[in-house]
């Protein structure tokens, strides 16, 4: 079974994933982070690939993909570092880049190298549904890797529908159709769009991502679907800390 189906499978609220880009703050702490946020006790672990325009990213995580890809971090070097701790990593793990990289690398290789490395899922927040279906989906399957897809605010009922029909792991629900960051609450309307989703009764789990920093807006997000996705309050804190362990300490410690 697919380690995220096993996932909520096994747990199916407060499902904690955390969100960080590949080769930074440094290069070689990849590996590091993730282990320590296993250690630590998250769910799940999404992992960005750095692009040069990441058009969904806010300031911070565009900051962060800056700094890896002057590092040197590639698609390449990602996936040897991957495979040097598969052996050590028992959380599902999650790619998230744009379509440009991977389709140059090749979705055939690009799928190969994920299975090969314990990757179990992807996301590609610019990916058209259409081409989902028609070019990545198939090569995905046939690799047992979960496509996972956004939906935000403005995405209609009939195309939320049409993704919970055709994709499985989970629907990545933003929190609001800007760019990702951090806020201290969820206002109203946010809240209206949470219940919403929820009472449509979909197949798919539901996580909440894009704002996420706090314990009133984690407790949000638990409270309307099934977990949260934290990415920006974790990049800043990498970015403050200089290493993984104080700053997944203080991540968890802003939930308490």
Do not use: W
Not at 11 to 26: D, H, M, N, Q
Not at 224 to 241: C, H, M, P, R
């Amino acid at each position: 079974m697919n380690p995220i189906s096993a996932l909520f499978q096994k747990r199916e609220k407060k499902i904690l994933s955390v969100y960080f880009t590949a080769g930074f703050p440094a290069i070689n702490d990849t590996e590091t982070i993730i282990i320590e946020l296993q250690n630590a006790g998250v769910d799940l672990v999404e992992v960005g690939i750095p692009f040069s325009d990441p058009l969904a990213d806010g300031p911070v995580i565009q900051e962060s993909s800056t700094v890896a890809l002057r590092n040197g971090m590639n698609l390449r070097l990602l996936f040897s570092q991957l495979d040097r701790i598969k052996d050590k990593v028992h959380i599902p793990l999650i790619l998230m880049g744009y379509l440009n990289p991977i389709m140059q690398y090749g979705l055939e290789n690009f799928c190969r190298e994920c299975k090969e490395t314990g990757v179990s899922g992807i996301i590609i927040p610019d990916l058209p549904f259409n081409d989902y279906l028609n070019e990545l989906k198939p090569v995905a399957d046939n690799f047992d890797l979960k496509v996972i897809m956004l939906i935000t605010p403005e995405t209609s009922d009939e195309r939320i529908r049409l993704i919970d029909e055709y994709t499985s792991g989970f629907i990545y629900m933003v929190s609001s159709a800007s760019t990702t960051g951090i806020q201290s609450r969820f206002e109203e309307k946010k809240l209206d769009y949470f219940r919403r989703i929820s009472l449509m009764n979909l197949h798919n789990p539901l996580l909440v991502g894009f704002g996420i920093s706090n314990r009133d807006t984690l407790s949000a997000a638990f409270k309307y679907a099934d977990g949260a996705i934290v990415g920006s309050k974790f990049i800043q804190l990498l970015t403050e800390e200089k290493s993984a362990k104080p700053a997944v300490r203080k991540l968890l410690e802003s939930f308490l």
